[in-house]
Protein backbone atom coordinates (compact mmCIF):
# COMPACT_ATOMS: atom_id res chain seq x y z
CA UNK A 1 0.00 0.00 0.00
CA UNK A 2 1.25 3.64 -0.96
CA UNK A 3 1.46 6.54 1.08
CA UNK A 4 -0.71 9.09 0.29
CA UNK A 5 1.61 12.05 -0.70
CA UNK A 6 -0.31 15.51 -1.85
CA UNK A 7 0.77 17.35 -4.77
CA UNK A 8 2.47 20.34 -4.20
CA UNK A 9 1.28 23.54 -5.54
CA UNK A 10 3.35 26.89 -6.54
CA UNK A 11 1.88 29.97 -7.29
CA UNK A 12 3.43 32.70 -9.62
CA UNK A 13 2.84 35.69 -9.48
CA UNK A 14 2.44 37.69 -13.32
CA UNK A 15 1.38 41.14 -14.30
CA UNK A 16 -2.29 39.37 -14.55
CA UNK A 17 -2.29 38.52 -10.77
CA UNK A 18 -1.18 35.28 -9.49
CA UNK A 19 -1.07 31.74 -11.23
CA UNK A 20 -1.37 28.56 -9.30
CA UNK A 21 0.05 25.78 -10.70
CA UNK A 22 0.21 21.80 -9.25
CA UNK A 23 3.94 21.23 -9.26
CA UNK A 24 3.84 18.78 -12.01
CA UNK A 25 2.12 21.04 -14.97
CA UNK A 26 4.78 23.89 -13.77
CA UNK A 27 7.32 21.75 -14.60
CA UNK A 28 6.06 20.86 -17.92
CA UNK A 29 6.54 24.34 -18.50
CA UNK A 30 9.86 24.03 -18.46
CA UNK A 31 9.72 20.38 -20.40
CA UNK A 32 10.38 18.33 -17.74
CA UNK A 33 7.90 14.91 -17.58
CA UNK A 34 7.76 13.10 -13.88
CA UNK A 35 7.41 9.52 -14.47
CA UNK A 36 6.99 8.88 -10.47
CA UNK A 37 5.01 5.84 -10.20
CA UNK A 38 4.29 2.10 -11.17
CA UNK A 39 3.10 1.94 -15.06
CA UNK A 40 -0.12 1.52 -15.81
CA UNK A 41 -2.76 2.70 -18.86
CA UNK A 42 -3.85 5.61 -17.09
CA UNK A 43 -0.03 6.48 -16.34
CA UNK A 44 0.96 5.66 -19.74
CA UNK A 45 -1.57 8.11 -21.18
CA UNK A 46 -0.87 10.84 -18.98
CA UNK A 47 2.71 10.39 -20.26
CA UNK A 48 1.59 10.25 -23.69
CA UNK A 49 -0.42 13.25 -24.23
CA UNK A 50 2.50 15.30 -22.35
CA UNK A 51 5.09 13.96 -24.65
CA UNK A 52 2.62 15.23 -27.53
CA UNK A 53 1.88 18.25 -26.35
CA UNK A 54 5.69 19.08 -25.88
CA UNK A 55 6.33 18.41 -29.47
CA UNK A 56 3.65 20.56 -30.67
CA UNK A 57 5.02 23.34 -28.53
CA UNK A 58 8.91 22.74 -29.12
CA UNK A 59 10.07 20.74 -31.39
CA UNK A 60 13.82 21.76 -31.50
CA UNK A 61 13.93 22.18 -27.40
CA UNK A 62 14.86 18.93 -25.78
CA UNK A 63 12.31 16.92 -23.50
CA UNK A 64 13.60 15.77 -20.40
CA UNK A 65 12.13 12.63 -18.40
CA UNK A 66 13.04 12.15 -14.89
CA UNK A 67 12.11 8.36 -13.97
CA UNK A 68 11.09 6.81 -10.87
CA UNK A 69 9.56 3.57 -11.57
CA UNK A 70 9.34 0.23 -10.59
CA UNK A 71 8.11 -0.76 -13.75
CA UNK A 72 4.68 -1.87 -14.79
CA UNK A 73 2.21 -3.34 -17.65
CA UNK A 74 4.75 -3.93 -20.86
CA UNK A 75 2.04 -2.79 -23.29
CA UNK A 76 1.70 0.41 -21.18
CA UNK A 77 4.95 1.07 -21.18
CA UNK A 78 5.49 0.05 -25.12
CA UNK A 79 2.90 2.38 -25.68
CA UNK A 80 5.32 5.79 -23.94
CA UNK A 81 8.14 4.04 -25.44
CA UNK A 82 6.55 4.50 -29.08
CA UNK A 83 5.83 7.75 -28.42
CA UNK A 84 9.15 8.87 -27.47
CA UNK A 85 10.49 7.28 -30.66
CA UNK A 86 7.82 9.26 -32.62
CA UNK A 87 7.89 12.79 -31.65
CA UNK A 88 10.48 14.96 -32.98
CA UNK A 89 12.33 16.50 -30.03
CA UNK A 90 15.56 14.48 -28.31
CA UNK A 91 14.49 13.60 -24.77
CA UNK A 92 17.01 13.14 -22.43
CA UNK A 93 16.18 10.23 -19.79
CA UNK A 94 16.92 10.36 -15.79
CA UNK A 95 17.38 8.05 -13.44
CA UNK A 96 16.34 8.99 -9.99
CA UNK A 97 15.56 6.21 -7.28
CA UNK A 98 15.41 3.64 -9.74
CA UNK A 99 13.92 2.36 -13.37
CA UNK A 100 13.07 -1.21 -12.80
CA UNK A 101 11.51 -3.15 -15.65
CA UNK A 102 9.84 -1.01 -18.00
CA UNK A 103 11.15 1.78 -16.15
CA UNK A 104 14.90 0.47 -17.63
CA UNK A 105 13.62 0.37 -21.07
CA UNK A 106 12.18 3.67 -21.13
CA UNK A 107 14.94 4.96 -19.42
CA UNK A 108 17.52 3.12 -21.62
CA UNK A 109 15.16 4.56 -24.94
CA UNK A 110 15.76 8.45 -24.31
CA UNK A 111 18.27 9.97 -27.03
CA UNK A 112 21.84 8.53 -27.37
CA UNK A 113 24.21 10.39 -25.35
CA UNK A 114 21.26 11.68 -22.94
CA UNK A 115 20.78 9.14 -20.86
CA UNK A 116 21.92 10.26 -17.37
CA UNK A 117 21.06 8.31 -13.59
CA UNK A 118 21.80 9.89 -10.30
CA UNK A 119 24.65 8.32 -8.23
CA UNK A 120 22.48 6.78 -5.95
CA UNK A 121 19.93 5.27 -8.66
CA UNK A 122 19.34 1.63 -9.35
CA UNK A 123 18.70 0.03 -12.82
CA UNK A 124 17.13 -3.46 -12.88
CA UNK A 125 16.21 -5.33 -15.70
CA UNK A 126 14.65 -9.02 -15.97
CA UNK A 127 12.01 -10.90 -17.98
CA UNK A 128 8.72 -10.05 -18.24
CA UNK A 129 6.36 -11.63 -15.63
CA UNK A 130 2.46 -12.23 -16.56
CA UNK A 131 -0.33 -14.22 -14.27
CA UNK A 132 -1.91 -17.55 -15.58
CA UNK A 133 -5.03 -19.55 -15.90
CA UNK A 134 -7.93 -20.92 -17.40
CA UNK A 135 -7.16 -23.82 -19.82
CA UNK A 136 -4.32 -25.20 -20.96
CA UNK A 137 -4.56 -23.81 -24.09
CA UNK A 138 -5.24 -20.46 -22.50
CA UNK A 139 -2.24 -21.12 -20.94
CA UNK A 140 0.03 -21.83 -24.35
CA UNK A 141 -1.22 -18.53 -25.46
CA UNK A 142 -0.22 -16.27 -22.66
CA UNK A 143 2.86 -18.34 -22.35
CA UNK A 144 3.86 -17.50 -26.59
CA UNK A 145 2.39 -13.63 -25.98
CA UNK A 146 5.32 -13.50 -22.70
CA UNK A 147 7.79 -14.71 -25.25
CA UNK A 148 7.15 -12.47 -27.72
CA UNK A 149 7.05 -9.47 -25.41
CA UNK A 150 10.45 -10.64 -24.07
CA UNK A 151 11.95 -10.63 -27.95
CA UNK A 152 10.69 -7.54 -28.33
CA UNK A 153 12.33 -5.97 -24.92
CA UNK A 154 15.59 -7.54 -25.08
CA UNK A 155 15.30 -6.34 -29.00
CA UNK A 156 14.96 -2.99 -27.83
CA UNK A 157 17.10 -2.37 -25.07
CA UNK A 158 19.86 -4.17 -27.75
CA UNK A 159 19.23 -1.58 -30.02
CA UNK A 160 19.84 1.02 -27.07
CA UNK A 161 22.63 -0.53 -25.60
CA UNK A 162 24.64 -1.56 -28.62
CA UNK A 163 24.44 -5.12 -26.81
CA UNK A 164 23.24 -8.33 -28.66
CA UNK A 165 19.32 -9.75 -28.57
CA UNK A 166 21.39 -12.19 -26.90
CA UNK A 167 23.25 -10.81 -24.64
CA UNK A 168 19.85 -9.32 -23.27
CA UNK A 169 18.55 -12.46 -22.96
CA UNK A 170 21.53 -13.93 -20.55
CA UNK A 171 21.52 -10.32 -18.19
CA UNK A 172 17.68 -10.56 -18.33
CA UNK A 173 17.39 -14.21 -16.93
CA UNK A 174 16.99 -13.10 -13.26
CA UNK A 175 16.39 -9.77 -11.76
CA UNK A 176 19.27 -7.63 -12.66
CA UNK A 177 20.49 -4.72 -9.96
CA UNK A 178 22.60 -2.00 -11.61
CA UNK A 179 24.42 0.67 -10.21
CA UNK A 180 24.31 3.50 -12.07
CA UNK A 181 28.19 2.70 -13.44
CA UNK A 182 27.36 -0.82 -13.84
CA UNK A 183 24.29 0.47 -16.15
CA UNK A 184 26.89 2.80 -17.96
CA UNK A 185 29.61 -0.01 -18.64
CA UNK A 186 26.21 -2.07 -20.22
CA UNK A 187 24.94 0.81 -22.35
CA UNK A 188 21.56 1.78 -20.92
CA UNK A 189 22.88 4.82 -19.77
CA UNK A 190 25.41 7.68 -21.09
CA UNK A 191 26.08 10.01 -18.13
CA UNK A 192 26.31 9.76 -14.28
CA UNK A 193 25.02 13.07 -12.77
CA UNK A 194 25.18 14.55 -9.60
CA UNK A 195 24.63 18.30 -10.03
CA UNK A 196 22.49 20.04 -12.33
CA UNK A 197 24.23 21.12 -15.30
CA UNK A 198 25.07 25.18 -14.50
CA UNK A 199 25.30 24.43 -10.91
CA UNK A 200 28.61 25.93 -9.67
CA UNK A 201 30.31 22.82 -8.13
CA UNK A 202 29.63 22.38 -3.97
CA UNK A 203 33.19 23.96 -2.88
CA UNK A 204 32.12 26.99 -4.64
CA UNK A 205 29.20 27.53 -2.70
CA UNK A 206 30.97 26.53 0.81
CA UNK A 207 33.77 28.69 -0.63
CA UNK A 208 31.13 31.64 -0.75
CA UNK A 209 29.30 31.29 2.52
CA UNK A 210 29.89 34.15 4.61
CA UNK A 211 30.95 36.54 2.20
CA UNK A 212 29.35 39.68 3.22
CA UNK A 213 30.16 41.04 -0.35
Do not use: W
Not at 80 to 100: N, R
Not at 132 to 143: K, N, P
Amino acid sequence: MQNYYPVPFVIEKTGRGERQYDIYSRLLEDRIIFLGTAIDDNVANAVMAQLLFLDKTGRNQDIKMYINSPGGSVTAGLAIYDTMQLVEPDISTYCLGQAASMGAVLLSGGTAGKRFALPHSRVMIHQPHGGMGGTALDMEIQVNEILKMKRQLEGIMAFHSGRTPEELSEACNRDNFMSPEEAKEFGLIDHIVARAEGAPPRSELTEGEGDAS
